[in-house]
């Protein structure tokens, strides 16, 4: 299984890694608050560090699917990214606090659909573009 991973760049590989990392502290905040709320004072649920999971995120999908669409022409997975950063616009305009969870659940699963989409899309490629190793 390793092997069917192994071209992707490490950029690629990093920008798979912070959408997840982002999908999970979302879905872990509220049960870390439940069970410990000495914890919600970290760094680690702090809303600096949320702005720069999710910054990181976004910058990294942008600059690498924008690349594969210019490569490929498959518009699907800018169009997860482009519902990744509405589900966040809709947070930051709408959403109470206590939802906040949920968005950044939906967010980081949009942007992972979109890595996979993508990939999906590279592996399917029978264009003569090298892979990089």
Avoid at 29 to 40: E, G, K, M, V
Avoid at 71 to 92: C, D, N, S, W
Avoid at 100 to 118: C, K
Wanted: charged residues 15%.
């Amino acid at each position: 299984m390793y092997k069917r991973y192994k071209h992707l760049l490490p950029v690629e590989k990093m920008g798979l890694f912070f959408s997840i990392a982002c999908a999970i502290h979302c879905l872990t905040l509220p049960i870390f608050l439940f069970f410990a709320p000495y914890i919600a004072s970290s760094f680690a649920f702090t809303s600096t560090f949320e702005w720069i999971l999710v910054s990181t995120s976004f910058l990294l999908a942008l600059i690498l699917l924008f690349q594969d669409y210019k490569r490929h022409r498959k518009p699907l997975p800018m169009i997860y990214l482009g519902l990744a950063v509405l589900v966040k616009l809709i947070e930051v305009l709408w959403a109470k606090n206590s939802f906040d969870w949920a968005f950044g659940l939906l967010l980081g699963v949009f942007i992972s659909i979109a890595y996979w989409v993508n990939y999906q899309h590279k592996v399917a490629c029978t264009c003569k573009i090298k892979h990089q190793a």
